[in-house]
């Protein structure tokens, strides 16, 4: 069991029933505007929460966009690759003809 081990009974402030009534609403008051505060953050977090959810789609679009870009690329890489390649080839064949009628 809890003993008090002061010589001294504790105290409390004592108010008349008007500084009691007045201090009862200092307190609401400040209540109030803690609601107020919490509310107002409340807001602003899912306000906050659907901005990086948008944002974050973007940018996931963004990077399937990119990605479906870079796969574009590539594949005309390889086909200017295999054309230039073609091209070579053929140009390889002329010069054979050429060199074949040449010396017949």
């Known amino acids: 069991m809890y003993r008090n081990t002061n010589s001294q009974p504790r105290t409390y402030p004592q108010y008349t029933k008007t500084q009691a009534e007045q201090e009862v609403a200092t307190q609401k008051g400040q209540i109030s505007k803690l609601e107020h505060t919490r509310t107002t953050l409340e807001a602003n977090v899912r306000q906050l929460t659907v901005q990086h959810e948008a944002m974050q ?19 005309m ?6 054309h230039q390649h073609a091209r070579q080839v053929d140009i390889t064949r002329m010069v054979r003809i050429r060199v074949v009628d040449v010396f017949i």
């Not at 966009?65 to 870079?70: D, H, I, P, T, V």
């Open 57 to 75: 789609r973007e940018r996931d679009t963004h990077s399937t966009s990119e990605y479906r870009m870079k796969e574009l690329f590539d594949s």
């Open 77 to 82: 890489q390889m086909t200017l690759n295999d």
